[in-house]
């Protein structure tokens, strides 16, 4: 890793210079919500002023650059009496600009998940591969408790990383094509003064979080709790819509489905996110699902996060962000939910 600093102009040049030879995705405004707030997503820009540098949290995280909706894992084609495969996994580079630290250490629970192993999910390799990304930190909304589970600073995963100190930006350069690119950018050596702006910033920063959550022991606690009420409180409440699971930069469940051509000589095979929280996530052939009540099935996605990611990776999967309250119809917030279940241990014991 190598510490430099960028003047704010100098940022704004070299920013621009990437989007004029780069596809290049940065947080924007597409709608206003109900409180006439803004909605913020990453979308293709074209110029450094259609960037909303100060956003505060997009909608959506950026887990569909690398998990799309929906992808074409292969199609066929029949041709003279057999089926022939065609698998692409071409995709052009592209840069992601502005993308928070809780989302970057999402990504990395992603690689763990599609990089390691014996079998690596090739287009998630090809997209994550193909995908320069700067970081940028920011004041943490209310309901944001990446703090608590240790997602708040990104200390790799990304190839640039900028922390506004004032008249300038701190930057973390963590990669031989960040630095490559940063060439014929004005970029200055860190100062005594810039360390102290920037570790004051950084405390800065950490002070502002106003929603902490107890995180230790969770995989315990979710043992302990397994037949707890607080399943039946909250997942009475779950209209088992999705929504959560398609916003959270973390969840990657997916189904996979099969279409024949009318034709019969075509075919494809389609892969797209699911999620357990949807009615049929566990039904199999014959019609019987083994999860058919709303509460087991939002316990289950609890215990993806707290329990099951922490028995292969011995930390949770969930990074804090609280997308999926704000997505939520039913009202959920994983914060009372968890805060549930530690007092229902509490009068348990
Ligand atoms: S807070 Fe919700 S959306 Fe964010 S990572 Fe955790 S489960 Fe996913
Ligand atoms: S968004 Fe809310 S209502 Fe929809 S599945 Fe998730 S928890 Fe249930």
Redesign the pocket.
């Known amino acids: 890793m190598i510490f430099k600093t960028i003047t704010k102009e100098n940022l704004k040049t070299f920013i621009s210079n990437v989007i004029e030879k780069n596809s290049t995705f940065a947080p924007v405004i597409t709608s206003r919500d109900s409180e006439n707030k803004p909605v913020y997503q990453f979308k293709e820009v074209e110029s450094f002023e259609e960037i909303e540098i100060d956003y505060t949290k997009s909608y959506s ?1 950026i887990k569909n650059f690398f998990l799309p909706f929906k992808e074409n894992l292969s199609t066929f084609d029949f041709n003279e009496g057999s089926w022939e495969q065609n698998i692409n996994y071409t995709v052009h580079p592209r840069v992601i600009f502005g993308v928070r630290a ?1 989302d970057i250490n ?1 990504l990395l629970k992603l690689d763990q998940v599609f990089l390691q192993g014996k079998f690596p999910h090739p287009s998630y390799a090809a997209r994550r591969k193909n995908t320069f990304i700067i970081g940028l930190d920011h004041e943490p909304m209310e309901d944001c ?1 990446c703090r608590s589970l240790d997602t708040d600073e990104a200390v790799h995963g990304f190839d640039i990383f900028l922390t506004d100190i004032g008249s300038k930006y701190f930057m973390l350069i963590n990669s031989s094509k960040a630095f490559n690119l940063l060439q014929n950018t004005e970029v200055e050596d860190v100062t005594e003064k810039d360390r102290e702006h920037y570790i004051k910033e950084k405390n800065r920063l950490a002070s502002l979080f106003q929603t902490q959550v107890e995180i230790t022991g969770m995989a315990n606690l979710m043992d302990l709790e397994f037949e707890s009420d607080v399943w039946q409180k909250w997942g009475d409440k779950c209209l088992s819509c999705g929504s ?2 398609m ?5 990657y469940c997916y189904n996979v489905c099969e279409k024949i051509d009318l034709s019969l000589r075509k075919s494809s095979k389609e892969k797209m996110l699911y999620s357990c929280n949807l009615i049929d996530f566990a039904e199999v052939a014959g019609g019987h699902n083994f999860r058919e009540k709303s509460s087991s099935r939002l316990k289950y ?1 609890y215990y993806h ?1 707290h329990r099951g990611f922490v028995e292969s990776f011995d930390e949770s ?9 704000k ?1 939520c119809p039913a009202g959920i917030n ?1 914060v009372e939910v968890i805060k549930d279940l530690r007092m229902q241990r509490q009068e348990n014991e």
Not at 247 to 251: A, D, F, G, L
């Open positions: 995280s809780c999402a408790f959560c699971a916003v959270c930069p973390t969840c996605r996060q999967k969930c990074v804090g962000c609280n997308r999926c309250r997505a994983p």
